[in-house]
């Protein structure tokens, strides 16, 4: 029995033994599998779904948190844009559960990307000029209302026939569906159409530029150009071939207007001269006195966005005839007056032969004025008041001359002429023969001249003289 059982436990002792090192090698069995474990998870999750992507007709665009964040942006937009009215996008919408490691887009970039690429579609209705729709606004009604303002605005206020006024472009309300940024209230889309879009264009400083020229010449005023040009100011100083940038609007429409319109205008009167023996040479008398007559002329004028384009008469009527003044002219000789006139002029071959051309003081001799000569003299007097021809023979000119003003030169023969500058008013024209003492125009202020007067020049073979000695 003994060495049975020894032989047993020698059998058991020795399974024992046999089973020892197939639990030691287990162990790290187990790590394995742990790490195996570990990685698997960690894969998995590295590619679970962690945003959505947005995207608009297939396009991706944004990643989000979730759709709802996206809803809520484009809700907020289309309250905003829409003021009410029912928005289209005008595009499909798409989110797709993804995995990625970039971050969602906020609020504010949501927002910003949406506007962008959607069409946030009102219905509104466009005013369109020749076809092509200009600005859009909330309904037809109020497009309507906008074009008539327009039309109407350059209509002239005061007591006119109204004969026509239009649009010069096929001007309409047209209905459809347009981005709801793009719609403008009322005010805002007669401003836009009435005044157009700032264009900006630019011009090359040439000799002779100043700001004031360059204002002149393209319609605009300086103090536009030195909005356009921060760096100038009045006091800068022009480089040839510098560049100046101009802004200029220009209308999207333009209104014609034809009306005839009423003009009270003044028939002056007419002055007669009669010799008096009994009065002194060089002095007038007024015997009769006269009156300046009425006449309603009746003028068709044509305007475009306010601004004339022309004025024809069409008829006049004489409301009030004009009564002629009857004046005494001066014949009576003295010793003194014939003699010293005479030998006055008699250097510059004018024998004191020449009438004054109006009534009124001398406000400035000729000679020297400082360091200014003046070859004529002013004869103060009030505006209106006639000028007459200081001798007969033929008007030379008639007209604009620069700083003289409206001007009238008379050439009497015998290498004399006279000047008459600064008038408001031109009763000849070149080419008339006048007589002396006849109206040919009105004392004014015209060119550079500083108060009403008349600039009278007398000149010999083109020299200017002392129109003094010529008078008598």
């Not at 090698?25 to 570990?38: E, G, Q, T």
């Not at 506007?115 to 009604?141: I, M, R, S």
Request: with cysteine; glycine share 10%; charged share 25%.
């Amino acid at each position: 029995m003994t060495d049975q059982a020894s032989k047993e436990t020698s059998k058991e002792g020795s399974k024992e033994d046999n089973m020892k090192p197939s639990v030691i090698l287990s162990k790290p069995l187990y790590l394995i599998a742990a790490m195996v474990l570990v990685i698997v998870f960690v894969a998995v999750a590295a590619g679970y779904p962690n945003a959505y992507a947005v995207s608009i007709d297939g396009e991706e665009v944004a990643l989000v948190e979730s759709p709802e964040v996206a809803e809520e942006v484009l809700e907020e937009i289309i309250l905003d844009l829409g003021k009410g009215r029912e928005v289209a996008l005008g595009a499909d919408i798409g989110y797709k559960k993804i995995h990625s490691k970039d971050e969602t887009a906020s609020n504010g970039e949501l927002s910003k990307i949406f506007k962008e690429h959607l069409n946030f579609l009102c219905e509104a209705a466009a005013v369109t000029v020749d076809g092509e729709p200009k600005v859009w606004v909330e309904d037809e009604e109020t497009a309507e209302r906008v074009i008539e303002r327009i039309r109407k605005c350059f209509v002239p206020e005061g007591e006119i026939e109204l004969v026509r006024v239009d649009f010069e472009e096929k001007v309409e309300s047209q209905k459809g569906r347009v981005n709801a940024e793009k719609i403008v209230d009322a005010a805002a889309a007669e401003e836009l159409l009435r005044n157009g879009k700032v264009k900006v264009t630019s011009h090359i400083i040439e000799e002779g530029d100043s700001l004031w020229t360059i204002a002149r010449a393209n319609n605009t005023r300086v103090k536009h150009i030195l909005e356009a040009n921060p760096g100038l100011s009045e006091d800068s100083i022009l480089s040839l071939g510098q560049e100046v940038k101009l802004t200029k609007t220009e209308p999207m429409v333009n209104v014609i207007a034809e009306y005839n319109k009423t003009v009270v205008k003044e028939i002056p009167k007419e002055t007669k001269y009669r010799d008096d023996g009994n009065l002194q040479s060089g002095k007038t008398k007024v015997i009769k006195k006269g009156e300046d007559g009425e006449k309603e002329v009746v003028y068709h004028v044509v305007t475009t966005n306010g601004v004339n384009i022309s004025a024809e008469p069409v008829s006049k009527k004489v409301t009030k005839e004009p009564v002629a003044e009857l004046v005494a002219k001066g014949t009576k000789k003295t010793t003194r007056a014939n003699y010293t006139v005479a030998s006055r002029s008699s250097s510059g071959g004018g024998g004191g032969s020449l009438s004054w051309p109006t009534r009124g003081s001398i406000s400035s001799r000729y000679g020297y004025r400082g360091r200014e000569f003046h070859g004529a003299i002013d004869i103060a007097a009030r505006s209106g008041t006639p000028i007459t021809a200081a001798a007969g023979g033929t008007v030379t000119t008639a007209g604009w001359g620069g700083g003289y003003g409206n001007q009238i030169v008379i050439n009497h023969g015998g290498g004399m002429s006279t000047r008459y500058a600064h008038c408001s008013a031109l009763n000849v024209k070149v080419g008339q023969k006048v007589s002396q003492g006849q109206v040919i125009g009105r004392v004014g202020a015209t060119g550079r001249a500083t108060g009403a007067h008349l600039h009278f020049e007398v000149m010999v073979n083109g020299a200017k003289k002392n129109p003094i000695n010529y008078l008598r």
